[in-house]
Nanobody, 126 residues
Framework: VQLQAFGGGLVQTGASLRLSCAAS????????MGWFRQAPGKEREFVAT????????YYADSVKGRFTISRDNAKNMVSLQMNSLKPEDTAVYYC????????????????????WGQGTLVTVSS
């Protein structure tokens, strides 16, 4: 199983960026897909997830109202539209896919996700 994330880059404060992630080797239509991020010197944190096709998305408080997660199950992809970017959004963003037998974990818990992409760097300059 592979998750390939792309779309990161260097932008200025207030700009927008769209991250996308293509999955292969497993269909994720019945599983959650989402994003985590890790800023330099900080712990990895949850950003957003969409449980399944038609399910309500979950967002970290820090990105609510600015980021929008979406899925294309036909293409086995998940995207993250990031608007009004701030310097504190600077991080490596990881695409994630839910594993099986993980319902004891919350959607915002990293152990829920068995599949992780390689990460794409987003840098927001002030």
């Amino acid at each position: 199983v592979q998750l390939q994330a792309f779309g990161g880059g260097l932008v200025q404060t207030g700009a927008s960026l769209r991250l996308s992630c293509a999955a292969s080797g497993r269909r994720f239509s019945s599983y959650a897909m989402g994003w985590f991020r890790q800023a330099p010197g900080k712990e990895r944190e949850f950003v957003a997830t969409m449980p399944w096709s038609g399910g309500m998305p979950y967002y970290a408080d820090s990105v609510k109202g600015r980021f929008t997660i979406s899925r294309d199950n036909a293409k086995n992809m998940v995207s993250l539209q990031m608007n009004s970017l701030k310097p504190e959004d600077t991080a490596v963003y990881y695409c994630v896919g839910e594993g099986t037998g993980v319902t004891r974990w919350k959607y915002s818990d990293s152990p829920r996700y068995a599949y992780w992409g390689q990460g794409t760097l987003v840098t927001v300059s002030s």
